[in-house]
């Protein structure tokens, strides 16, 4: 059966979290937005997705830049310095007695507005700001087993159509090309750019290895990701030939590996596309040995963020 990278196992402790929503903590049950907001009537607004560990929210310096560039672009102002934000995430992180295994999701719109139309001005007061944490890992059989992809028709746009660098709330050529690809029994859709060459997937950034190479798209058709740029500086590191150029269908069906990065699940292999299998349909030694190295700048992060708290 098909399924998501993003699964994972329920933990009931999800049922008793505390949201954050523009300064006060809310049960689960009460955490709602006004129908007005701008993030539920246009989807207009920009999020970030953090994995915390051993208490320290990861990589949050990325995720705010991120977070602040996406805001600027669409001229929306989130209310808060990262000052506050991160003041915020902290304070929900210990309403709910979380300090591993957690994810959660910043999500700021433009507020709410007098009338349900598309025009920033008739928004009325300030932008709402929502932080969900819940208690939740990826499936430990899925990150061992590796996915199975299917390329979608639904292309990664240009950018002035609406930019794939803005992480904003309008997902639905992602959400379109999701459905495709589990309809056809597939884990994760592939996407390809205007052009024809692979761009990304619809919810992960797609890499293939050739010949001791690791290889992504360009990067011109996808999100800036947190953790496709921490994969490359680990490559760079260990002196690992990593590249970010144009290569197509053919040449990832080909590859040895594949694999999916992302903020939720880290570094997950591939073992399929289209189905065609890849090396011998199990996860390789690149793949192994990236996910080490990513899970040891993980906690340089970690260790980073708790001596800045100390000093």
Known sequence: MAQSIHDFHDDPRNADIRIWINGQLKPRAEATV?????????????WEGL????????FLDEHLDRLFEGAKAIAMDIGLDRAGLTRAIRET????????????RLMVTRGVKRTPYQDPRVTVGPGTIVIIPEFKTAKPETVATGLTLFTAHVRR??????????????????????IQAYTAGADEALMLDPHGFVATCNSTHFFIVRKGEV??????????????ANVLRVCREAGIPCFEKNFTLAQAYSAEEAFTTGTFAGVVPVRSIDGREIGDGRPGPMVARLQGLYRELVQRDVLLRAAERLA
């Open 34 to 46: 006004s129908v007005f907001d701008s993030g539920f009537v246009l989807g207009d607004g920009v």
């Open 51 to 58: 994995r915390v560990v051993s208490g320290q929210p990861v």
């Open 93 to 104: 992180l210990a309403a709910n007695g979380m300090h591993d295994g957690v994810h959660l």
């Open 157 to 178: 746009g240009y950018p002035d159509v609406q930019d794939p660098k803005l992480n904003s709330h309008s997902k639905l050529n992602c959400i379109t090309a999701c």
């Open 215 to 228: 290889w992504t798209s360009t990067g011109d058709y996808c999100l800036a990701g947190i953790t496709r």
